[in-house]
């Protein structure tokens, strides 16, 4: 990690959970990460604790709905006149099945656009905004992480199908964007990280008790593995599921 020491990342999701961790694990390796989230105040406490803690990186917080566009383009604004721009993106936020009404019989349509807009349509803003940014500093030494799911590999539940063609959807939209880039000569990464159950708070009350989950820190650590892969070597795909799993297909 000690090329990142010093360089900027962009986080989404970042007040709790998986990407809470993230920017916390980021800030531990000296990192300058800006965490986009719409619960402000988490992300102040978690920047405070940070500090206290004398981390020796930096967390930035910054106020921002995935779901309005022009928040996500002023957050890059904001950091690229600020902080010079992001070299490493991870698309982390992310909404669950079960909150959003994702089934096909009695979902609603507003909960499936939220849905898309948070797992899919930011996630193409952002990645779209950073390469743009990136371009404009002519920096090809960048990273784009994609938290995504285990859901985006195998089809486990039937209460989920607009959750399901989410994941299925950003999955292949890592695969392309990695095949886009090398078409026009980017050495720019992308790593599509899929986890299984985590204990989160946003899925923690999906969780059966007897059932064993990974915690938020196992996938922190795995950005952190991704990233220090070799300069000549991308990890394109992870999926991480809890020791022992019962599925043969995740």
């Known amino acids: 990690m000690d090329k990142w020491r010093g360089k900027v990342a962009l986080v989404t999701g970042a007040a709790a959970g998986i990407g809470a961790a993230i920017a916390t694990r980021l800030v531990e390796q000296g990192m300058i990460v800006v965490g986009l989230d719409v619960q402000e105040d988490r992300l102040k406490a978690n920047a405070e604790d940070l ?10 917080p910054f106020k921002a709905n995935l779901r309005k566009e022009e928040e996500i383009l002023a957050a890059f604004d904001w950091i690229e006149k600020n902080l010079g721009g992001a070299d490493v993106l991870v698309n982390n936020a992310g909404l669950p099945g079960l909150l959003t009404k994702s089934y096909v019989l009695d979902g609603t349509t507003e909960n499936w656009r939220e849905l898309f807009d948070v797992n899919v349509i930011a996630v193409g803003i952002c990645t779209r905004e950073y390469l743009q940014s990136m371009k404009r500093r002519n920096n090809q030494q960048g990273h784009i992480i994609i938290i995504n799911s285990v859901a985006a590999h195998a089809v486990h539940y039937s209460w989920g199908a607009m959750y399901y063609a989410s994941k299925h959807g950003v999955k292949a939209f890592a695969m392309i964007l990695r095949r886009e880039l090398a078409e026009s000569g980017s050495t720019i990464k ?9 204990r989160t708070e946003i899925g923690g009350n999906l969780l059966i008790a007897s059932e064993n989950a990974m915690e ?13 892969a070799s300069p000549v070597s991308q990890i394109c795909e992870i999926v991480m599921t809890p020791v022992p799993t019962k599925s043969s297909i995740y």
């Open 216 to 228: 938020p820190t196992d996938v922190a650590k795995t950005v952190v593995d991704a990233l220090s």
């Open 190 to 198: 992308v790593t599509s990280i899929g986890p299984g159950r985590t």
């Open 51 to 60: 500090s206290k803690r004398n981390a020796p990186g930096k967390l930035h």
